[in-house]
């Protein structure tokens, strides 16, 4: 078989591997969740760890997720614990667009932490353009319940929308253990999650902002065990409660001058809790991380013709960690 297709110019000369994946393709595809959309990409691995609720990372060409810059209207999202970002915690419906660059994404004007990944990850924000209103409930197996509302507006020349979900699974799906010795049906335990997602926008003009909040509770399944499965519960319980604020803001004078303000505020909490008297195999700690991470960076571009682009950017970001073990020492970057 042969294929043939054109090369299709990306804006501003980008010379970057750039593939992208648009809203309406969301929809044909009948995508939810972010990770189902980036998985489609060439030369990406999705690694989800366990249980319907589990952590979901992004690596390309094996690169390792530490190295992949995940980023919502041009500003990182970030995790000052262990460098990875959970994409099963973004929803396609407030996006426009899934990108991914396998290197650096080469815009004229853009901040300094854009250029310090082996791979970059951008969602764009979808825009309104008319006023809606849309409300969702649905139900599915394993006692699956789920809720979605979205309202948008748009008014003299500015928009913006109002996004939220809340999920609810006890997750106890059946599976088959079957080995020389035995064949059995079991059903999967402590795989439940809880989780309600809100978040906002607000545009106009070259001015965007973005609000959000995740809390979730859920389950963190153990391993198999043969014929002793349901001796060893592996009770391990994780509680997140994620919030950020951002706004960017963009703007060209006299035709060759480009500047953009960022500015964005995070704060995360984490509970890691296997301090139940069901565990038989299982260290009993009952742990709580604290992330606070403050950024804001600056971008000027000067194009005096269009094949000639100088740019500079300062970015000033402050992260700090503490939790409540024994010893621990308080991060600070």
């Excluded at 996004?163 to 106890?172: A, L, Q």
């Excluded at 809100?198 to 391993?223: M, N, T, V, W």
Aim: aromatic share 14%; proline share 2%.
């Amino acid at each position: 078989a042969v294929v043939t297709a054109k090369t299709k110019p990306s804006p501003n000369l980008q010379s970057t591997p750039l593939q992208v994946m648009q809203q309406k393709d969301f929809a044909v595809l009948g995508m939810k969740e972010l990770h189902e959309a980036v998985k489609t990409f060439s030369g990406v691995q999705i690694k989800d760890y366990g249980g319907l609720g589990g952590l979901k990372t992004i690596n390309v060409r094996s690169l390792g997720a530490q190295h992949v810059g995940v980023y919502i209207d041009g500003i990182r999202i970030t995790n000052a614990q262990n460098g990875t970002v959970d994409l099963g915690k973004f929803s396609l419906s407030t996006l426009e667009s899934v990108s991914l660059f396998n290197a650096n994404k080469l815009d004229n004007c853009q901040s300094a932490s854009e250029y310090a990944s082996g791979a970059t990850v951008y969602m764009r924000t979808r825009r309104p353009t008319t006023d809606s209103l849309s409300v969702q409930l649905r139900y599915a197996s394993f006692s699956t319940w789920m809720a979605k509302m979205n309202v948008q507006f748009e008014r003299k020349g500015g928009s913006g929308f109002l996004d939220g979900e809340w999920t609810d699974s006890r997750g106890d799906y059946p599976f088959r253990y079957h080995s020389e010795y035995e064949d059995t049906i079991g059903r999967r335990s402590n795989s439940d999650i809880r989780y309600g997602r809100i978040e906002g926008a607000l545009f106009k003009g070259g001015f965007s902002s973005h609000i959000y909040y995740y809390d979730s509770e859920r389950g963190c399944p153990g391993g198999i065990v043969r014929r002793l499965s349901d001796k060893y519960v592996n009770v391990g319980r994780e509680w997140d409660r994620d919030f950020f604020m951002q706004a960017s803001y963009q703007t060209w004078f006299k035709e060759h001058h480009n500047i953009k303000l960022n500015a964005k505020y995070t704060n995360e909490y984490l509970r890691y809790c296997t301090d139940y008297p069901e565990n038989q195999n299982t260290a009993r700690v009952d742990n709580h991380y604290y992330q606070q991470d403050v950024y804001g960076a600056l971008c000027y571009a000067f194009t005096p013709w269009s094949w000639l682009s100088l740019s500079a950017s300062y970015d000033v970001r402050y992260s700090k960690l503490s939790a409540d073990l024994k010893k621990f020492d308080d991060v600070f970057r």
